[in-house]
């Protein structure tokens, strides 16, 4: 009998999972590959929950273009419209298959499944389990995979690290090499389609909200091998997190959608006990300032006046580090408990205050990763995709496709909470029917029926690299010091405000680590369950991304969702005098044409394998859906630009020609 | 509720003793080490501080100690450990709480004794989910193409299911019960990968299948469509390795991180088991 071609699926998060599980209904045989068990992946730190428009929000006027338009709005307009367009009118089945699957959403009194609100919307589309939902949705995905495997269909294997996609000749995919944590051996997988589905890099910065396996390796390695990688410095700081030494611990959105406020005292450093202070001398600084979203204005926003509050105006709750109040004294305990339990169990456990009596202290963190590798897709006539085609979450080398966090399709600029549990099994969904389609008329012969010699060559480059690094000498440079120098200089300069001098130096002071951490030596040179050499790869294949975030930075001159320079804001208007007013607003205006004619544009990097450095260009952005139009949340003068504005798309509703905001490319 | 942490009085430094192990086979051993006082440490940023160093109390360079971790937020299981004697996960024990509760003078690290050990702190738990298998752990949906909602649930059932659903099969439950032994194989000569697992597999089988996992054979058979296949459920919990092998003990549910209510799922599922055996000696 011939050998069956099988798809490997490298991440066993939620986009590796519901890949794995509908490819195995489509009778494709899978090998699931993860740097831990699956159900250990860390999807399972999703607190908040995952969006989807439903019977409720559609009687209040929602509907799927607006979760849609909801998206690309919270993301700048950085994304390509049909794949998001394709994604919001997906979501809802894609939560009706989670609740078949079992997952135990929070109910109505009447057993529907109950919702909350999210930033960066005004319709409850969020479906939660306590506060949960990422680990009970995973939980189900690894539940339906575990069938498989009982069933054959699928084969795992955890505890190995994915060292590098197997190009053939033609550069097209057939495999991977992998490495088992355990024994160290390495070995080549032979494969007709890799699907990369290894979630972000949030330790890149050192510490963030992300799990310790966060190291972006797994696409740092594809993006070396020849992958584009796209919009790399866009990187998402959620506005709450609690500091701590190892990690810094997401507290999810959902406090503030459950009701916290966000304050500090109006007087700096108020040594007050914060129940203490009435009142009227509390600055409930989001909702003074943005009254109609209130707590729960879109992350990057929320995450700059945090910043700003603390940094600039020197309004911390903390005489010696930076923090604000989220307030949850005001609700029931009850409520809580039911609610936010989990949530609120996390900051109980690890700062040992019970923030149901007294208000938390948050301050942002590095959060999530909107950039990642740049995938394809096809499009129908109505902006929507075409439904198992090939194309669909290709990455540049064919063959090789990714999904979830990894790829930087959905978000944009910036993404809005609950999103991206749907993006990761939407993607995994998704990507399936296509690779199944592939498989059945493969040309060329099935991967594992290849000459020997295309894996073995590929082992054996790996190989080297591994005897090489454990043949060091004793005396060099230590990877868990040199990591914590790239965290801080990443964290100080590339995350929620940024400036053209600093990340420049940042870019140096990145080359010279990067050099040193080719010269790291090991304290463990044996060749069982060595941590030390794991670490110190991923560690040396942090740099390609950490260049490319910075240098994506760098020269993207302008302010777009998570990417802020204040040197390239578009100030707000000034003049009092309505015509002088008027005139502001429209300079206004022609200014965000004309940077929109220039930025909006997907930042694509290539790795350059003979300067060690990365090399960028820029793609025109499908906006043919939904014009891009300004956010004006909380700007000085907003009605009058929304004015200026309107009377612009109006005029250019006319049939003639072309005008300002105008789709940019296809 | 936890008390507030404060520095523990004039400490500015404490030891770890750690008990290490090379390799499966290999003879386990204590080693000493000194970490320098941060405030709102926990054992995670112990063992970082151990693996940086690398260098024991009496100054031997050493290798790092291995251990597992990943979520660092308590909810993926996975850097599960026995500290100063209790099983627990690493990334949710605080310094200050154990120097202040327990031993103001050290932290004591050792690896789960129930598993085999893969390298220092570091086990096999394949065993646990192998469990999973065996319990049927899932829902029997058709597939997944798009067939409308799923079945409508009462709050309250909500409620009763998603305190199971949050099992992160850490083992506590498995390391503390009396029932549960270690079982431990090494590769025969000659065995290929597969007929190894192949023969783990079959042992894990006849050996107790534990806490965790009839837990979640009553999770399962509670829901709407999970309840269609109960009764393969119950016949593995009647099988080798079953339920009757519990000895009420009661130990699991003390240690469960997620106080999943283990005994009440163990009483249950007793009574469904009794309940299913008369059921099919009828049925004969
Ligand atoms: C604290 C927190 C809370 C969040 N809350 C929400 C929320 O409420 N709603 C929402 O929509 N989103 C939320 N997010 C975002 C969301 O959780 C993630 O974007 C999503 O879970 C990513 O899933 P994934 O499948 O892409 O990857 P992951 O779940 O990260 O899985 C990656 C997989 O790849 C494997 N892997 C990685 N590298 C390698 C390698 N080199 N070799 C082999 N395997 C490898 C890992 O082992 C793992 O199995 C949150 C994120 C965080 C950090
Ligand atoms: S009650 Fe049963 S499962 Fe729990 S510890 Fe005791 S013997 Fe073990
Ligand atoms: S039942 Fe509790 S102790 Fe046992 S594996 Fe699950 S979470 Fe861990
Ligand atoms: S690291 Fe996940 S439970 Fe501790």
């Keep these: 009998m011939a050998a069956r071609p099988r798809v490997m699926i490298v991440g066993g998060g939620l986009a590796g999972l519901a890949a794995a599980m509908k490819l195995a209904e489509l009778e494709v045989d899978v090998d699931l590959m993860s740097l831990t068990p699956v159900k250990r992946s860390h999807s399972v730190c999703a607190q908040g929950g995952i969006n989807s428009v439903n019977d409720q929000t559609r009687q209040l006027g929602d509907d799927e273009w607006k979760h849609f338009d909801d998206t690309v709005y919270g993301g700048d307009f950085l994304q390509h419209q049909p794949p998001v367009k394709e994604m919001a009118y997906w979501a809802p089945p894609v939560i009706d298959l989670m609740d078949r699957l079992g997952v135990t959403f929070n109910r109505t009194p009447e057993g529907f499944l109950d919702r909350r609100r999210f930033g960066g919307t005004l319709y409850k589309r969020t479906a939660f389990a306590g506060a949960t939902t990422g680990q009970q949705l995973l939980y189900a995905l690894d539940e339906q995979v575990r069938r498989w495997e009982v069933a054959g269909r699928i084969r795992k294997f955890e505890f190995w690290d994915f060292l590098a996609p197997i190009l053939d000749e033609q550069g097209r995919c057939r495999g991977c090499v992998a490495q088992d944590l355990v024994t160290m051996e390495i070995r080549s997988f032979p494969a007709d389609f890799v699907v990369l589905a290894t979630g972000g890099c949030g330790l890149i910065f050192g510490r963030s909200t992300m799990s310790m396996v966060c190291t972006g390796s797994a696409v740092s390695r594809c993006f070396q091998a020849g992958a584009k990688y796209g919009n790399g410095e866009f990187v998402q700081v959620h506005p709450t997190a609690i500091p701590g030494a190892d990690k810094l611990r997401l507290m999810s959105e959902s406090a503030r959608g459950e009701g916290g406020r966000v304050w500090v005292p109006r007087k700096p450093h108020d040594s007050r006990d914060p129940r203490q202070i009435p009142e009227e001398e509390r600055y409930y600084f989001l909702e003074e300032r943005y009254p109609e979203y209130g707590n729960l204005v879109p992350r990057d926003i929320a995450t700059r006046e945090i910043f700003s509050v603390c940094v600039q105006e020197g309004l911390s709750v903390d005489p010696d580090r930076q923090a604000v109040y989220l307030d949850l004294t005001h609700i029931p305990r009850a409520e809580l408990d039911r609610k936010l339990g989990g949530i609120l169990e996390i900051y109980e456990k690890f700062q040992g205050v019970d923030p149901r009596d007294v208000p938390m202290k948050i301050f942002p963190a590095v959060h999530y990763s909107m950039g990642g590798l740049w995938v394809d897709y096809e499009r129908t006539a109505d902006g929507g995709l075409v439904p198992a085609h090939p194309k669909n979450q290709a990455t540049s080398i064919p063959g090789l496709y990714a999904i979830g966090e990894c790829d930087y399709q959905y978000h944009g600029a910036n993404r809005l909470g609950a999103n991206s549990l749907l993006s990761c099994i939407f993607s995994g969904l998704f990507v399936a029917p296509g690779l199944a389609d592939q498989l059945e008329n493969l040309t060329g012969g099935v991967a594992s029926e290849l000459p020997a010699g295309l894996f073995e060559s590929a082992r054996r480059r790996e190989e080297e690299r591994h005897a090489e690094l454990l043949s060091r000498d004793g005396g060099g440079e230590n990877p868990y010091l040199l990591h914590q120098q790239l965290g801080d200089i990443m964290t100080r300069t590339a995350t929620v405000v940024r400036h053209n001098d600093q990340l420049a130096e940042a870019i140096e002071q990145v080359l010279e680590l990067r050099d040193r951490a080719d010269r790291c030596a090991l304290s463990d040179t044996g060749n069982w369950t060595n941590q030390n050499v794991v670490f110190t790869k991923s560690l040396q294949d942090m740099f390609p991304i950490a260049l490319t975030i910075l240098r994506g930075a760098l020269m993207r001159d302008e302010c777009r969702g998570a990417h802020y320079k204040p040197e390239f804001e578009l100030p707000g208007l000034t003049s009092d005098d309505p015509a002088e007013r008027r005139r502001q607003a429209e300079q206004w205006v022609d200014a965000f044409v004309e940077k929109n004619r220039k930025w909006l544009k997907s930042t694509i990097a290539c790795w350059n394998a003979d300067r060690r450095d990365i090399d960028i260009s820029y793609e025109d952005v499908d906006t043919s859906l939904i014009p891009p139009r300004p956010r004006l949340y909380g700007l000085v003068g907003a009605e009058t630009i929304e004015e200026v504005w309107r009377e612009r798309q109006q005029a250019m509703a006319e049939p003639t020609g072309e005008a300002a905001g105008a789709p940019a490319g296809t | ?284």
């Excluded at chain 2, 085999?116 to 738990?125: S, T």
């Excluded at chain 2, 249950?268 to 059921?279: D, E, M």
Aim: charged share 25%.
């Design chain 2, 1 to 284: 509720m936890a008390e507030p942490q404060s520095k523990p009085a004039s400490i500015d430094s404490f030891e770890v003793r750690i008990l290490r192990q090379e390799a499966p086979g290999r003879a386990s051993y204590w080693e000493r080490h000194r970490v320098d006082y941060e405030p709102q440490m926990n054992v995670i940023s112990v063992l970082q501080k151990i693996a940086a160093k690398a260098t024991t109390i009496d100054g031997r360079s050493v290798t790092p100690v291995a251990w597992d971790c990943n979520c660092l937020e308590e909810i993926c299981g996975a850097c599960t450990m026995v500290i100063n004697g209790r099983v627990r996960q690493a990334c949710s024990a605080l310094v200050d709480n154990l120097l202040q509760q327990e031993d103001p003078n050290e932290i004591r690290l050792e690896p789960m004794s129930k598993f085999p050990v893969v390298r220092d702190l570091m086990v096999d738990r394949s065993r646990l989910f192998r469990a999973l298998e065996k319990a049927r752990a899932w829902v029997p949906v058709d597939g997944y193409y798009e067939l409308g909602p799923g079945p409508r649930v009462s709050p309250e059932v909500q409620e009763q299911a998603y305190p199971l659903s949050k099992c992160m099969s850490c083992g506590c439950c498995l390391e503390a019960c009396p029932q549960y032994t270690k079982v431990e194989l090494t590769r025969l000569s000659g065995e290929t990968d597969e007929e190894f697992q192949q023969r783990k597999r079959a042992t894990y089988d006849q050996s107790f299948i534990g806490a965790h996992a009839i837990s979640q054979i009553m999770l399962f058979n509670m829901h709407p469509t999970g309840k269609h296949e109960a009764a393969a459920r119950l016949d593995q919990l009647t099988a080798p390795g079953g339920i009757q092998i519990c000895g009420n003990a009661q130990n699991c549910v003390a240690v469960c991180p997620k106080e999943i209510p283990l005994t009440t799922s163990i009483a249950r599922a007793g009574r469904a088991t009794t309940a299913h055996v008369i059921k099919k000696w009828f049925d004969r």
